[in-house]
Each structure stands twice: as C-alpha cells, then as structure tokens.
C-alpha cells in the first residue's frame, strides 16, 4: 500500500476522522500536515468516543506512529488538555506512538486573544472564526514572528526570543486593541504548564520520516477543512489560514520528498457548512432542521448548529479536482433515509445562465442553485455492509454523486461506528 492523503473535499467535517480511524490499519505512520485545533475529527472505537482537535487520528491503533507535522498550528496548551483527556480515556501516548516536530511552530499564548478581540472589533462583519487563534499564529507563522517547537530545548535563546516577540506583539495589544500586556509571568506559567509537558515529544521527525521512507513504511497523510477552505484554493476570504489540500501535504508534513499516490476525498452526502461565507445549496426553516438533527449536525469543537443543505455537485467537483482525489468515500448515506425524494444541487445558475463550473469567490455570493430531485429509499441502511444490499434508490444517488464528480465512490458509511462502511472494490 503506498502513501495516501485522506483530505476534505468540501468544507470540512466530511468525516475524515472515521476515515483515518478505519485506513490506518493499512499504515504504519499517520501525519497531520496543516491546521490546528479548530476544528474536530470525530472518531468513535474501542475506547470511546473522542472529538480529536490536534491529535492525529491514527492514536488509537497499536503500532502506528502519529506525527504533529511541521505546518501544523502547534497549541501547546490546547495539545496538553487534548492529551491528558485521551489518556484519561485509556488510550497511551508515549513519545514512541506521538512524534512532535521540532520544526513545528508554537500558538503563542497571544494568538487566541487576537483572535477574539479581532471578532470583537468586526462586530457584525465576523467571518465566524472559532477564535483558535489560528488566523493569527499562521499571520505570525509567515511574518516569522513565532518560535519553532524545537526551540525549548535551547531554554536561554528561546527566553530571548519569547520576550522580543511578547514586547512587539503588546504594542498591537495595547495600542491597536486597547488590551492589557502580556506580562512576563504569563509567559513563563505557560512555558511550564503546558510547552515542558510536550517537550518529551518533539524530536526530528523530518529525520523519523526519511527514515520510515527508505524502510518502505506506508505513511497516511490527515488533512483538516476540506478544499473549499484552503488558503488559495478555497471560498477567499472564508477559508482557513493553511493549505488543506492533499499537494501540501509532502511540505507540511515534513517529507517534502513524498510522493502521494493515493488520494481519498472524503465527501458528505448532503452539504454542511460552519461559519459564514457563501454556501449556495443552503436550506433553511423546517426542511433545515430536520436534516441538520438526523446527521447530528453541531460543531465538534464549538457545538454551534452547522449550516446544512442538499449534496453540492458543483462545488464537490472542484473540491475533487483541487485535490486531485483517486477516490472518494462517501459519508452518512444512512443520514438521509428519512428523505422521500432528494435533492442534489447539479448546476448553479449564475447571471442567469446555468454552469457547472466553481465560480471565482467574489461571484459565488450572485450564485443560485440549480436543483434536481431522485427518489429516497425510505428504509434504514446502518446494518447494510455489501454494495448490492443496498437499496437501488441508494446505489442509483452514489452512483450520480459518481458520475457528476467523475471519480469512483470506493467506500460508503452508513454509520459513525468503525465498521459501519460499505467497501466497493
Ligand atoms: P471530520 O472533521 O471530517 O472528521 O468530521 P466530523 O468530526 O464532523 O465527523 C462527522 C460526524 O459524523 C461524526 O460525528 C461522525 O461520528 C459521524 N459520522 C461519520 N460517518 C458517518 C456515517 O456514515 N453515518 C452517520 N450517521 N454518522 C457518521
């Protein structure tokens, strides 16, 4: 089995944590390449039920090593809290099974609070973030105003270093927000409650990776979001600050010489949205609601009700273009057995004429969604595990979904729980 990225193909909460969970018995490492912990992959085992943040999915499986890549938000804190409750679930975490690397820069304890008093200062123009303080540390990330996670084993520059950055970043506190400083003390509790925590994990896992390359090792790359919120790619400015496609993984990860053969896009049966921006094919009302409770719909990280809508073809295509997916697994089928008729978005119309292309960013608000209707199947699929035990009505929408996206449906879920998955090979 060679390497393989499980991405996003949408706006992410596809449910690529169960993805990972199931495809990591094939690999030997698990990667996160890029984000941080604002968002969730849900993944239900053995152990529980769990809503990783930061945590690679692959943590539960014996064997498998998991590695925080270095274009990964890296929040100390958050990562600390995230572990301890992993533990307490009984799963272990010992610097054999969890690979920090060096060359991951850290969320500064400022990044947050930037982040809120940034949402505060646009008031009703929010873009919706979940103050993670994402948006800043990668601004930051890329002004080089951080520190690299390796840098706590060099305790007197570091020191140096978090006090240049702490007198700079309190004159944006102080004088463009009007917040109180960053005292030195702050710092220093946060260094010791949670940076000397994860110290014993952070290595040269550039090194590790290499290494496991030349061994033949199997390596599965985790994305965060999905493709419509990538950095360039994506819905601009209602993306996300870091590149979620499956090409950035080589970079992020800390492999820049891997060569991803395997790309499984990870594709929801019906549309989901958290934040603002625009989402074309969004419904509203009764029709909404009902939806939104059948797939449990609420933010993993912030359990804000997500904004929901029927399977759109137009934006699913380019997401499985921009990723350069080989395969798709289609999530939450079972989801919409209460449905008699279901929609699917096949075109937009956009200045009155219908496309099927993925409008530029600015034009997607002026978009309409062009609808067409197939029949449901009306009858519960959870215990469903072979493809032609499904009902026609469910093969005839996978298999449309199929066409419309041009890429093969090779795994379809018909539940949260670890097996619930059809394996169409
Ligand atoms: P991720 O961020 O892409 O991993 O997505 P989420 O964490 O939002 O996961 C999707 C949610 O749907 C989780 O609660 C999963 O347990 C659940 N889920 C995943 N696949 C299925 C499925 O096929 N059917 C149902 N009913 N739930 C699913």
């Known amino acids: 089995m060679a390497n393989c990225a499980i991405v996003g193909i949408n706006w992410g909460d596809e449910g690529k944590g169960r993805m990972v969970d199931l495809l990591t018995q094939d690999y030997d490492v698990v990667v996160r390449y890029q984000g941080g912990g604002n968002a969730g992959h849900t993944v239900i085992n053995e152990h529980g039920k769990f809503a990783l943040h930061l945590l690679p999915s692959g943590i539960f499986r014996k064997g498998v090593v998991n590695i925080l890549g270095n274009g990964v938000a890296?929040?100390?804190?958050?990562?600390?809290?995230?572990?301890?409750?992993?533990?307490?679930?009984?799963?272990?975490?010992?610097?054999?099974?969890?690979?920090?690397?060096?060359?991951?820069?850290?969320?500064?304890?400022?990044?947050r609070l930037l982040d809120e008093l940034e949402e505060q200062r646009l008031a009703d123009k929010q873009f919706g973030s979940t103050k993670q303080g994402i948006a800043p540390f990668y601004a930051d990330k890329f002004a080089k105003k951080t520190v690299l996670a390796g840098e706590l084993f060099y305790p007197e520059q570091l020191h140096a270093h978090l006090i240049?950055?702490?007198?700079?970043?309190?004159?944006?506190?102080?004088?463009?927000?009007?917040?109180?400083?960053?005292?030195?003390?702050?710092?220093?509790?946060?260094?010791?409650?949670?940076?000397?925590?994860?110290?014993?994990?952070?290595?040269?896992?550039?090194?590790?990776?290499?290494?496991?390359?030349r061994d033949g090792k199997r390596i599965l790359f985790e994305a965060q979001l999905g493709s419509l919120r990538d950095l360039d790619y994506g819905i601009h400015p209602y993306t996300t600050s870091s590149n979620t496609l499956a090409a950035y993984a080589p970079i992020g990860s800390g492999l820049p010489s891997a060569r991803i053969d395997r790309v499984v896009g990870v594709v929801k049966a019906y549309s989901t949205c958290v934040?603002?921006?625009?989402?074309?094919?969004?419904?509203?009302?009764?029709?909404?609601?009902?939806?939104?409770?059948?797939?449990?719909?609420?933010?993993?990280?912030?359990?804000?009700?997500?904004?929901?809508?029927?399977?759109?073809?137009?934006?699913?295509?380019?997401?499985?273009?921009?990723?350069?997916?080989?395969?798709?697994?289609?999530?939450?089928?079972?989801?919409?057995?209460?449905?008699?008729?279901?929609?699917?978005?096949?075109?937009?119309?956009?200045?009155?004429?219908?496309?099927?292309?993925f409008p530029f960013p600015t034009a997607l608000a002026g978009a309409k969604p062009v609808i067409e209707w197939m029949d449901g199947w009306m009858c519960d699929l959870s215990d469903i595990r072979e493809w032609h035990e499904l009902p026609l009505a469910a093969r005839r929408y996978v298999e449309a979904i199929e066409e419309a996206i041009r890429c093969p449906i090779t795994y379809v879920s018909v539940g949260p729980e670890r097996d619930s998955m059809i394996i169409r090979k």
């Open 164 to 213: 240049d950055l702490m007198e700079w970043k309190n004159l944006t506190l102080t004088r463009v927000y009007g917040a109180e400083p960053f005292t030195l003390e702050q710092l220093e509790n946060w260094l010791s409650a949670y940076c000397e925590k994860i110290k014993p994990y952070i290595c040269n896992t550039g090194a590790f990776l290499k290494s496991a390359q």
């Open 275 to 357: 934040g603002e921006g625009p989402f074309v094919c969004e419904i509203f009302g009764e029709e909404a609601r009902l939806l939104r409770d059948a797939g449990g719909e609420y933010g993993a990280k912030t359990g804000r009700p997500r904004r929901v809508g029927p399977i759109d073809l137009v934006a699913t295509r380019y997401g499985v273009e921009v990723q350069a997916a080989t395969e798709i697994a289609l999530t939450k089928l079972d989801v919409l057995s209460y449905m008699e008729k279901i929609p699917l978005c096949t075109q937009y119309e956009l200045s009155g004429e219908k496309t099927d292309q």
């Open 74 to 111: 890296l929040d100390p804190e958050n990562l600390w809290i995230e572990m301890q409750q992993v533990m307490a679930q009984g799963v272990t975490l010992t610097p054999d099974n969890l690979k920090i690397s060096d060359r991951a820069l850290l969320l500064l304890p400022w990044h």
